[in-house]
C-alpha cells in the first residue's frame, strides 16, 4: 500500500512556474509508475503525466507536453511535477497518483493522493 501527499500548488501569473511535489510512504513505493492528474471545476480529472517505476520512462498529454516536467526520487519516496508556462487553463486541483500498470495506461490508478491547488492568473 502507497500514501500519497501532495504540497506545492499556490496561485501563480500566467506564463510563471511552479513545481509540485508528492511525498509517498510504503516500502515498496519504487515498484510503482506514478502519476499526476487534474481536475479543473466542472470538469472530469484528466490525466497529465505519468513516470516509469525507475524514471527511465515519462509520457505526457498533449496540453502539458514541453512545458511540464515529472520526475521521481525513488531514494527519497517523491514524485515532482515542474510545470514551466503556464495558462489559466492550467488552474485545476493536481492530484498524485499510483500504479502498479503501464505507464502508458492514463486510468486504472490505485492509490491517490488529496490533491493541491493550482491557480493561474490571466
Known amino acids: 500500500q502507497v500514501q500519497l501527499v501532495e504540497s506545492g500548488g499556490g496561485l501563480v501569473q500566467a506564463g510563471g512556474s511552479l513545481k509540485l511535489s508528492c511525498a509517498a510512504s510504503?516500502?515498496?513505493?519504487?515498484?510503482?509508475?506514478m502519476g499526476w492528474f487534474r481536475q479543473a471545476p466542472g470538469k472530469e480529472r484528466e490525466f497529465v503525466a505519468s513516470v516509469s517505476w525507475n524514471g527511465g520512462i515519462t509520457y505526457y498529454a498533449d496540453s502539458v507536453k514541453g512545458r511540464f516536467t515529472i520526475s521521481r526520487d525513488n531514494a527519497r519516496n517523491m514524485v515532482y511535477l515542474q510545470m514551466n508556462s503556464l495558462k489559466p487553463e492550467d488552474t485545476a486541483v493536481y492530484y498524485c497518483a499510483a500504479t502498479s500498470r503501464s505507464v502508458y495506461l492514463r486510468r486504472g490508478y490505485d492509490y491517490w493522493g488529496q490533491g493541491t491547488q493550482v491557480t493561474v492568473s490571466s
Open positions: 510504503g516500502r515498496t513505493f519504487s515498484s510503482y509508475t
